[in-house]
């Protein structure tokens, strides 16, 4: 039992944003998209008028049967909305099912199946043009956030139905269920309480305390179906801090909107960080007045974190990097300075929370986990999610006493610093670590926008390289490059829009892998 269990009275989703306005009625959310849900409020909203927003959105839920304990799948085009959408669900006691709208229609209709005739939010283009005639039949209602289609309930149809008050589920209830990554195949619905969430948000709370003593603007482009978003949310508007929500992650526009609101911080998946290193050569200065960078999901390159570090004008900068996972939330952390060379090991992720998270890594052969024969990672924490939706053997498969098995490689230092080397199944037999060697490759390729190593059909490492706007890759700079690295084949170069992600922009490598694999053949 670690310590955030003492006092964890549970977060209460559905009242978040009427908890900040009590205190910040006047402070600001700035959007770079419209809403569907209400696209009257513009781009500046308050958080008073976006907590009446929510109230007004479970009102109308409420009108259309939707009951605690129900549980509503939200499956529409991109945008915040499906954020508050979640909160509303939960407010009146029923359990939002976020669904990532990359996901296709084919495998959405299998996770409908296995959550049982839930409620559908959705809108008429994913009904049009990605799931199929069943969706209807596997949802007990439709209900459309935008457009028209056949017998779906509109929502602005239930505009004005008379306020309800908020429901209080137990703390231990199931308040949020959101899916993992799916890069090894379909998602798994990850099934989060009040009490696992605010065990994630304590812990990130009290880091982010002493270096934000002073209102900062935060920007913020995190997969709007992922829990990291709730936890990110609730510290930034329980302090009172400007909130920029981004859809878009696009370089150009990014710099747009940075230039003008001049975040303090930035808070975003690692890929888009690494499509935002150009920004650093930016007149404006779009990253001039951030005092901190956010990275939860993924460790990150070294090279990115060194060139957005030195775009900062502020006193001292830092780099915050968070290694967790979906079902557990963040478990490591480590912060960077600009003292950090772009040279430096990127697999280092950091330290466990004391007394709030453990680490260990076992042994994959009964010999001592180390650099050249990395166990396997685990991890304990009361942020656990305490299922996978209809499939609890799965998850059980993946707990031994308490701890946790990531899925990932690696090794612990004497101090306890976590070494992260590979995912279990990316492991390339004598190759050493695919991760550290991708790191190098961007160290010494300055325009390398993505590289994924990965084995070929005949086991050799292939590496999948993308450049910035798609310029041809330099052969005589790569043999350079890939010189004391372990042997790899010939390089294959693809436009970045056709690797495989996932909701947060992870590469899904098995199935590129696999589409390598049937070109080849």
């Not at 084949?489 to 992600?501: I, M, N, S």
Request: proline content about 7%.
């Amino acid at each position: 039992m670690f310590l955030q269990r003492v006092g964890n009275r549970g977060i209460r989703l559905g009242e978040l944003f009427d908890r900040a306005a009590v205190k910040h009625p006047t402070n600001v959310l700035i959007f770079d998209h419209d809403l569907d849900v209400a696209p009257e409020l513009g781009r500046r909203s308050t958080v008073a008028e976006v907590a009446d927003l929510v109230a007004d959105l479970a009102s109308r839920l409420w009108a259309a049967n939707v009951r605690p304990s129900e549980r509503v799948v939200v499956y529409k085009s991109d945008g915040f909305d499906i954020t508050l959408l979640a909160l509303a669900i939960a407010r009146i006691g029923a359990v939002p099912v976020l669904l990532s709208p990359k996901l296709d229609g084919g495998t959405v209709a299998e996770l409908l199946r296995r959550v049982g005739q839930p409620h559908l939010v959705t809108d008429q283009a994913k009904l049009t043009d990605e799931l199929p005639a069943s969706g209807f039949e596997l949802a007990t209602g439709v209900l459309l956030t935008s457009g028209e289609y056949g017998d779906a309930r509109q929502l602005r149809a239930l505009a004005g139905v008379p306020r309800v008050e908020p429901v209080r589920m137990p703390a231990d209830h199931p308040t949020l269920i959101t899916h993992t990554s799916g890069t090894t195949g379909i998602p798994k619905l990850a099934v989060h309480t009040g009490f696992t969430l605010q065990a994630r948000y304590r812990p990130q709370a009290l880091i982010t305390r002493p270096i934000l003593l002073k209102r900062e603007t935060i920007a913020i482009h995190v997969s709007f179906v992922h829990s990291r978003l709730f936890t990110a949310l609730a510290i930034s508007l329980y302090r009172g801090f400007p909130i920029v929500v981004m859809v878009d992650d696009d370089p150009a526009r990014a710099a747009d909107l940075f230039a003008e609101v001049r975040p303090g911080i930035l808070e975003a998946h690692p890929n888009s960080f690494m499509a935002w290193e150009e920004l650093a050569d930016d007149p404006r200065g779009p990253l001039t007045y951030v005092k901190l960078f956010s990275s939860t999901f993924d460790a990150i390159h070294p090279r990115t974190v060194h060139r957005l570090l030195h775009a900062s004008k502020r006193r001292l900068p830092l780099w915050g990097q968070l290694y967790g996972q979906s079902e557990i939330g963040p478990t490591v952390v480590r912060a960077y300075t600009k003292r950090r060379s772009p040279n430096a090991d990127g697999r280092c992720v950091g330290m466990a929370f004391p007394g709030m998270t453990g680490v260990r890594v076992v042994s994959r052969d009964g010999k001592r986990p180390s650099k050249d024969n990395p166990g396997y990672v685990e991890i304990r924490s009361d942020g656990r999610v305490v299922t996978y939706l209809g499939e609890q053997d799965r998850y059980d498969a993946q707990l031994t006493d308490g701890w946790w098995r990531m899925g990932d490689v690696g090794y612990l230092t004497r101090l306890g610093c976590l070494h992260l080397l590979d995912r279990e199944v990316d492991v390339i037999d004598g190759f050493g670590s695919t991760l550290a060697v991708e790191d190098t490759l961007f160290t010494r390729l300055p325009e390398l926008a993505e590289v994924i190593i990965i084995p070929g059909v005949d086991g050799r490492a292939v590496p999948v390289v993308c450049t910035k706007n798609d310029v041809p890759l330099d052969a005589k700079a790569w043999r350079t490059a890939v010189r004391g690295l372990p042997p790899m084949a010939d390089p294959v170069q693809l436009r970045h829009e056709e690797l495989p992600q996932t909701a947060t922009t992870k590469v899904k490598r098995l199935e590129l892998a696999r589409w390598l694999g049937d070109r080849a053949a």
